[in-house]
């Protein structure tokens, strides 16, 4: 049975948005008159979020999360490019959040913006429909989330943001510094976007911080070439010894007040609890310190634009794939604090 006219107002219309946006639970609420749907059917998107991908219904919008389904300049493991379907997939309806007693829903007007038109075995045709659909969202005034895809999109993501903003910050969780001028004799890859946008000029160096490197590279001239440029990197054994509370305080007074970009590499995390990556490196972060960073970050600073990165999926319940969806609800779950003291 149908239910009454009166009781079918969709989520969307609730928000604001047009008859334009797609509800993915609208068929559930003509159905049943109740404002839900079964979370494994109907039209995939993040948190279930109204749909589109019409420039014009980004007006008034505070977010919108964007897929980057490409994974063409991994040097190791491939299958990031499966990361956005996985992450929407592992994300679930509720936006509250126990900790904060904040619903993000709530405050913020969030969309799905949809994926970049990727093209399969070209990368640099990738990365410009990245930048463009990016750019439609950072134009509009909203904040850019982006799923990712292996870290290469980084550049395409924050060349958008900053083409509107000017040169940003950065804040980058990873293993890695991804600050190479050439892996295996390429100059783009995921391990040189960073150093891309910093000789671009669309990153301030003084105003770009690492958090959690580890392990076996780079090389010590790509750690001189950062130190010129005045970068901050926290190895993963400071974090450890100064603590994450303490590392986040010194990123936000480096980062200061003006524009910043978020990016994060699953990587950052211990394999033990997101083993779903192409260059996993153990001794990593715990969950909960990400989050709460993340958090953080996304409440206290100017935030422009994020994505998060080198999700490789291996099941169609993967828990790295879970922990990249938390993230992406810390960021809005900061966000939506910041609203409420605005």
């Known amino acids: 049975m149908t239910a009454p006219a ?9 928000r604001g948005y ?10 559930w609420r003509r159905y049943h008159g109740q404002d ?5 059917a109907g039209l995939l998107t993040f948190a279930e979020l109204p749909y589109t991908e019409d420039p014009a219904e980004l007006e008034g919008v505070d977010a919108a999360v964007v897929g980057a389904p490409t994974d063409e300049l991994v040097t190791e493991a491939p299958g990031a490019r499966f990361g956005p379907r996985a992450i929407r997939a592992a994300s679930s309806t ?4 126990l900790e904060t007693r904040v619903d ?10 949809g994926d970049a038109p990727v093209v399969p075995t070209d990368a640099a045709a990738s990365h410009r429909a990245i930048e463009d659909t990016v750019g439609e969202v950072a134009r509009s005034g909203a904040i850019p989330i982006v799923l990712g895809g292996d870290h290469s999109i980084t550049e395409p993501d924050l060349r958008a943001c900053a083409a509107v903003h000017g040169p940003v910050g950065l804040i980058h969780f990873d293993a890695h510094t991804d600050t190479a001028s050439s892996v295996y004799g390429q100059e783009q890859s995921h391990g040189t976007p960073m150093y891309r946008l910093v000789d671009q000029g669309h990153v ?12 076996w590279w780079p090389e010590e001239a790509v750690l001189r070439w950062q130190a010129e440029r005045g970068i901050t990197s926290f190895l993963m054994r400071e974090v450890n010894d100064l603590g994450v509370d303490r590392v986040v305080e010194r990123t936000i007074e480096i980062v200061g007040e003006r524009p910043t970009f978020l990016t994060v590499d699953i990587d950052v995390l211990d394999p033990a609890f997101a083993p779903g990556t192409g260059t996993p490196e153990p001794g990593g972060m715990t969950p909960l310190e990400l989050f709460s960073a993340c958090r953080t970050v996304a409440e206290q600073l100017r935030l422009v634009g994020a994505d998060v990165v080198e999700v490789a999926p291996s099941a169609l319940a993967d ?15 900061g966000l939506a604090l910041k609203r409420s003291t605005e």
Do not use: C, F, M, N
């Open 6 to 14: 009166a009781v079918v107002r969709t989520r969307a219309e609730r």
């Open 18 to 27: 047009s008859r334009g946006v797609l509800d993915p639970a609208e068929r």
């Open 36 to 40: 839900w749907k079964a979370s494994w």
């Open 94 to 97: 509720a936006a509250h959040h």
């Open 104 to 113: 993000w829903w709530e405050t913020l007007r969030v969309i799905d913006y």
């Open 204 to 215: 301030s160096p003084e105003r770009y911080v690492q958090i959690g490197l580890r392990g």
């Open 319 to 333: 828990r790295t794939a879970l922990l990249a969806d938390r993230l992406v609800r810390e960021v809005l779950t």
